[in-house]
């Protein structure tokens, strides 16, 4: 027996909910679990559903292409896949290796459920810890002037590892407009405070001067605007007058791999629907 995951969003209108539960039920799809949620502003439908085969009658073929012509009807963004088809994804890391390696341990453990298929880095430094996971190290050197093509290399590593996800584990290098677009809600980013605060480079430092009594970091799809795109995950953690900045760097390590860890995960379970610049987790 084999179970999938639709997830789809569209315009919110009266029976919605027959129209794919219905579809459904005539194909003998067995639903085990719904979410769905209706944003009251904008007046979308968002909704989640895992089924299984034990009594399916036609194809999954059969069955996604009938699905086609109701989500074209309802103008309906949506993903079907089975559960056990793990995304491909392609990390990417600069000199920190915290998120990386918590992202690796997961992986390996089998608590990411996602096919984690290379690294990318702009620095050597992570080369050793990524072949020792078994994986390809893809080390990509960049500077203002070769920007340009260093981001060509990192879709081409990207394309040939049949990448779904790219995801930025401390990769301290801003990404062009172009690369975002290309990768428009295929990659996440760490960023290492509690947005909107402090965004840009170095938070922690900026937060100590603020005097702040928490530190946080928070898991977005990557778009063009630095650290402004859909958030997915957010955690924190208190500190107070004693800590210093180096602790909170410390302490953040922690903080920032949670987030990002549990930001993947949801993603990879199709939980993440994009609302705009909001996001729905079901
Ligand atoms: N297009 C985007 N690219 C990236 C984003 C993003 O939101 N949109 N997030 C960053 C990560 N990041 C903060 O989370 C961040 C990374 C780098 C910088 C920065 O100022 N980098 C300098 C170079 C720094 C260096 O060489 O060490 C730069 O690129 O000029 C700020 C924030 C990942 N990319």
Request: charged letters at 20%.
């Amino acid at each position: 027996m084999r179970s999938y995951i639709l997830s789809f969003s569209c315009p919110d209108r009266l029976g919605v909910v027959a129209r794919y539960s219905s579809l459904l039920a005539d194909a003998g799809a067995f639903i085990t679990e719904v979410s769905n949620y209706t944003d009251p502003v904008t007046e979308r439908f968002f909704l989640r559903c895992v089924f299984d085969d034990r009594a399916l009658n036609v194809t999954m073929d059969t069955l996604s292409q009938r699905w086609q012509a109701v989500a074209d009807e309802l103008n309906a963004t949506w993903v079907l896949r089975a559960s056990d088809d793990l995304p491909r994804i392609v990390l990417a890391v600069s000199a920190q290796d915290h998120c990386l390696s918590a992202l690796l341990t997961k992986w390996r453990a089998g608590a990411l459920p996602a096919e984690i298929v290379g690294v990318v880095s702009n620095h050597e430094l992570s080369r050793g810890l990524v072949e020792w996971h078994g994986l390809p190290f893809y080390y990509l050197p960049v500077t203002k002037e070769t920007k340009p093509q260093q981001e060509q290399e990192i879709l081409s590593v990207f394309s040939e590892l049949d990448g779904e996800l790219l995801v930025l584990a401390r990769y301290m290098q801003i990404l062009s407009d172009g690369l975002c677009q290309e990768l428009a809600g295929r990659a996440i980013n760490i960023h290492h405070s509690f947005l909107p605060g402090f965004k840009g480079a170095k938070p922690y430092h900026r937060a100590w001067e603020r005097g702040v009594k928490v530190i946080g970091a928070t898991a977005h799809y990557v778009t063009a605007d630095l650290d402004e795109g859909p958030i997915i995950t957010q955690e924190v953690r208190p500190i107070d007058h004693e800590t210093t900045v180096e602790r909170m760097i410390h302490l953040g390590q922690d903080v920032e791999a949670n987030a990002l860890s549990q930001a993947v995960r949801l993603h990879c379970e199709q939980r993440v629907l994009l609302n705009g610049q909001r996001t729905v987790i079901l």
